[in-house]
């Protein structure tokens, strides 16, 4: 009898141990949203330098390593140890769009161009654009601008008798007169 009013704290203790969620229990982050509702802000992370195939067509073998510089920028990593090796890494991680990452090499010898790795995947300036487009017309948006077929087949414009006068062929609004703009300013004392 005595030990029962010392092991009612502990029964109670272990007894609440099974009212506790377990943690493989409550919802986890499942690809991009969180509990699966809400989808967390995801920080744009770019690094290093876009190149596309029109600006690497542009760099050919010879070329001083200043010029390629100019042409291409300057390389992300370049290392004491490998000065004829230059690597122009590019990465971009942007919320909506897939994760892309390139690695342009360009070798040197001595101070001139000897060769360049270009990836399979290295795309045109349009492709580059609009792999990270996210943006996403929607079909509410306005017309902004009619096409050429649509302004011919418009009707022309009424012209009407009872059209008001310009202004020009009335002259001045009454009351008001203005300098002219090529008038050069009175001289002080003249």
């Known amino acids: 009898m005595r030990l029962l009013p010392a092991s ?85 991680r942007r919320q909506g769009a897939p994760a892309q990452q390139r690695l342009v090499v360009a070798m040197f010898d001595g101070d001139k161009l000897k060769s360049i790795d270009v990836p399979d995947d290295l795309p045109t300036e349009n492709e580059f654009v609009a792999s990270v487009n996210t943006f996403k017309p929607s079909a509410k948006e306005p017309k902004l601008a009619l096409s050429q077929a649509e302004r011919e087949a418009l009707p022309p414009p009424k012209q009407s008798a009872e059209a008001a006068p310009t202004a020009a062929a009335e002259g001045p609004a009454p009351g008001r007169v203005y300098p002219p703009l090529d008038a050069a300013p009175a001289k002080a004392g003249s």
């Open 8 to 92: 009612l704290p502990l029964l109670a203790l272990l007894g609440g141990c099974s009212l506790m969620p377990h943690w493989d229990s409550l919802p986890a982050i499942t690809g991009e949203k969180v509990l699966g509702v809400l989808t967390p802000y995801r920080l744009e992370v770019v690094q290093g330098n876009v190149l596309t195939k029109e600006m690497v067509a542009r760099v050919k073998p010879g070329m001083p390593k200043a010029q390629v510089r100019d042409l291409l920028g300057s390389p992300l990593l370049t290392d004491v140890f490998h000065e004829a090796r230059w690597d122009y890494v590019f990465t971009i």
